[in-house]
Every structure is written in C-alpha cells, then in structure tokens.
C-alpha cells in the first residue's frame, strides 16, 4: 500500500493536479499481489480509502495483462461523456509475496483452500502444471512444430529487446546477452528457459487521463480494440492463434502509419503470436521475422523499445502497465538514450490470463 | 437428452472408476468436449449425450516441467479419437513429440482416480536426463 501511495503521489504531481480534482478510478487486481492477500471484495474502495480518493467513476477490469490498455480507454470514453474529469489508472501490486510462497497467482490454489481457478477445477487442478509458464510452453512446442520456428529465433528476440534494453536505465537488466545465454539459461518449461521468462517484480504504474491538458503532449486514442476468447486453450481450434488477431482486427488500424510498437511480452513467444496476430507478418512468420527485423528505435521495426518486461520485471504478474509506460514516454520524447525520432503514433497490444483469454489493442497519438 | 450437471459428474467419476474416459456429445450439433457443461458450448442446445471414449488419442502437445529438487513432470494437451482434446499429465513416455499417439491410463491420486495418458507402444528409456513423467505431484 505504500508503494500504491508513493507511486500515485509522484503520478499526480507530474500530471498537475490536485487529488481533490481525482474523480474516476480505474484498476485491476489479482490474487495474493496487494500485500499477499487473496481475497478482498469491495477492492476499489480499498484503494480509495487508503489514498483518500472520493470517486464518481470506479472501473473495475478483471482481464491480467490486457486490463491496463482498457483503462485508458474506458477512462478516456468517461471523460468525453462528462461522467468524469480526471481518473486515476492503477496497475501493479507485489510479486514476491507470491513467488515466496513457491507459486505464481494461477498456482494460489495449491496453497490455499477454497480457491477457485476454473468452473472444472476437479478436471484441471488435479494435474501437475507450471502455469502461466506451461501452458506458454505448450503454444510455443506447438508453433515450433507447426512453423518450423526455433529455440534460436526465440532467443534472437530475447537478445535483441535486451538491446534495447541496454540503452533504458529504468531496466532491470542491462548486461549484454547472447543467443548461446538465453538457451544455456535453465529449461523452465520445455522449450521455454528462464531467460524467456518474465521475472515478478513490485511495482505499480499509475497513470492520471484527464480532460485538462498538462506540461506532457496531448494524446488521445486512435483506435482501440478488445476480444475476449473464454473457450480453455484446448478447446481452440488450435492453441497458435490469440485474441489479438479479433482485437487487432477490431481496432482496424493501419500498420504503416505506426511510429512503433509495444507488445506484451510476458514470454518471447507471446511477442511473436502477437506479431503474427496483428498482421505484422503472416501466421508462422515470426521466427523468420525476428531474425530478420531491427527492433532498435532506429531500426526498420522499433519494438518493445524499452527492453519490454522482460527487462523491466512484470509488476504483480501483469505487463501492461510496462507496455504502457514505454509508449507514453516515447510519445512524450522521453524515452532517454532509446527515443524513436518522431515517434507521433504508438501502437500497444496487450494480452492477459494464463490462457491468453483476453486482447487489448490501443493505439496512441496527437489528438485529431 | 437433457442431463443435470450432478449426473454428469456422476457419470465422469464412475467412467473414471472403472477405468473408461468419458466425455459428452451433443445431439444437435455433434460437437464432443470433454469439460463438463450441461449445454453444449458451441450451439448451446441442452441435448446431450453421456458417452465413453475408446481412450486412444496424440499428443498435440506438450512440455516437460522442470523444478529443482522435484522430478519431472509431463503436461500436455492430448487429442482423443472421438475428437475432443483435454489436459494432462503424461507418464512413462520417453520419446514424446506431437502426434506421438498415447492411450488414457487411470491412476490413484489424492483427487481419486483420474485420467492420465501414456505412449502407446512401449519404449525402453533412453534418456538419462529426462525422467519420462514418471511421477507428477498428486500421485501418491
């Protein structure tokens, strides 16, 4: 809760404006990352209590990863609407409660009763998993199989956001990496190492949408787009193929006119479904695309600018607020030592659960 | 016919007892899962059928788990014969690849018994560095 206070403190004094004029929430939650507790209901009014908030617009998302994307866009509809002025866009909480405790928030239940993952529980709990890993692990055996991609290719994104990790200092990681690093690090989940892997951090974004202008750019939503798939991986027609294709598709936007990109990188291979899933390249070309791309801020493809969570942590198990972040700070001209020139329209995609069930697709610019 | 989801769990958990892997089909469209609904999830008709499966089935993948200070385990996603597909642990499969085909196995565990899946055709372990699946946590 400290970390939430410190962080909404430094938020709205960027922003400039006075909590008094804070009148929408808009946040996320998962199990077991706000000081270890699993259950709490009433969970906004939590939030507000301890920072003293009195809200007329409380948005409450339950999609992981994707929900930051949605938040900014559902706080920029209120604020058109007049149903708000300012809300206030939190995501984050603690990893390390729960990686103390030997699992991630989807293994909560092995070490907690009464806790509910699935409406087939009885069918699914019962069997020995690693997820979010494993079941990543699956997509990525399967579209090895399928597409010929290889253990190298998802190595070579690794190395390459490492790159341009290099030149952020807000990452964690900065040490130069090679493709021989990455598949020397440990096999987590086969084909998946632990440098393919995000580590969980503490941390919160917060972000403040507003109707007033600040001494940052003017940015509005471009396009927006969300889908949300419910069937069990399994059940899916096949398990290569995201949300973000349907979520992409929705927010219909053109891919020339983006400045750069920022996908949701939880594991390298979620990198590359979504660059396939947003028409980057057709399905089964990412490997090939990885190879062949420079992701740099200067290159021909600027992605995942910032180093991505894979070089920042993911904060409580969800990158979207990283994502978010690298993209307004590239808007703003802010990206210190890793800025794309005339970075004027920034495309995110953000993808949560560990059955990839959700897709946010957000595209960010000068207003119109 | 019109199923409640009591009966149908019924159904699972004596199919699971007598070593038979069950799943549902649904009358009106012909669509097989094995996720317990009491509606079928594609075209939502109420008309269902409790079925067993012939068991037999590939792997359309899977992962080996590694863990410090805890063997090996299998989970994977396995396609039946009859067409539906459902999660799972693998045992004694040395040699696993997608398409490898694999039979359902019913073992004890602390949830009682419960389908597990292993190669087909018996192979010898070949591997020194993989310990095959043998056993994954819930088996006791």
New interface residues.
Partial sequence: MELLGETVRSCLEDSGVDKKDVDGLATTYLPGVFDGKTHLHFFTNHILQYLGIRARFIELLDFGGASALAMLYRATKAIRSGEANNVLCLIGGKGSDVRTRGVTVDGLDRVEGGVSLS??N???R?????NPV?DY???A??HS?LFKTTDVQRATLAVKQRRNAMNNENAIYREPLTEEAVLSS???????HMLEVVYPVDGFHAFLVSKNSSRMRDIDVLAYGEAHWS?????LPD?VTTPASESSRRAGFELSKVDCFQLYDSFTITVMLQIEDIGLTKKGGAGKMVEDVDISPSGDLPLNTGGGSLNMGQPAYMSGGVILEEAIQQLNGEAKGRQVDGANVVYINGIGGWNRSHSTTLVLGEPK | MKFSVREILQHYKESFERGVLPYLRCTACNHSFYYPRDGCPKCGSVELALCESCGSGTIFSYTVIHRKGLPDSMYAMVELKEGFRMYTNLLETWSPRIGLEVRVTMRDTKFGKIPFFKANASEPPIRNDYSGGTKPSGID
């Fill in positions: 409406p087939f009885h069918l699914l019962v069997y020995d998993d690693m494993s692990a699956l997509v055996k399967r199989e440990p096999l987590v989940c086969d084909p998946l069937e069990l991986p399994v059940e398990i």
